[in-house]
């Protein structure tokens, strides 16, 4: 699996370094989702896209590429993982 060790879900990461003072609540109309869009991220039901990426960076000042690549791996892994995959056979080359 290319050396990917069980990479955490971004959600699960923000969730681990949430202020204790702000509420999901707060944080949502902050971010301009709603909250139980926010809390599905933060339970890592749901992927973080490029436009929540940038509003993380805007409002954590966290860069945006961050929470793509961390989401990238959770999926790759997460693909890998799934045993329903069909096998492919690589692509032979052609002579020209």
Same mark, same amino acid.
């Given at each position: 699996?290319?050396?990917?060790?069980?990479?955490a879900?971004?959600?699960?990461? /923000?969730?681990?370094?949430?202020?204790a003072?702000?509420?999901?609540?707060?944080?949502?109309?902050?971010?301009?989702?709603?909250?139980?869009? /926010?809390?599905?991220?933060l339970n890592g039901h749901a992927a973080i896209s490029a436009d929540m990426a940038l509003r993380l960076q805007d409002w954590l000042g966290i860069n945006a590429q961050m929470w /793509?690549?961390?989401?990238?791996?959770?999926? /790759?892994?997460?693909?890998?993982r799934n045993q329903q995959r069909p096998h492919i056979e690589r692509l032979k080359q052609v002579a020209s």
């Open positions: 699996m290319n050396g990917m060790h069980n990479p879900h971004p959600g699960e990461v /923000l969730k681990e370094g949430w202020p003072e702000v509420t999901i609540t707060a944080a949502a109309q902050q971010l301009g989702v709603t909250r139980a869009a /926010l809390s599905r991220i /793509l690549r961390m989401q990238a791996a959770y999926d /790759l892994w997460q693909a890998q």
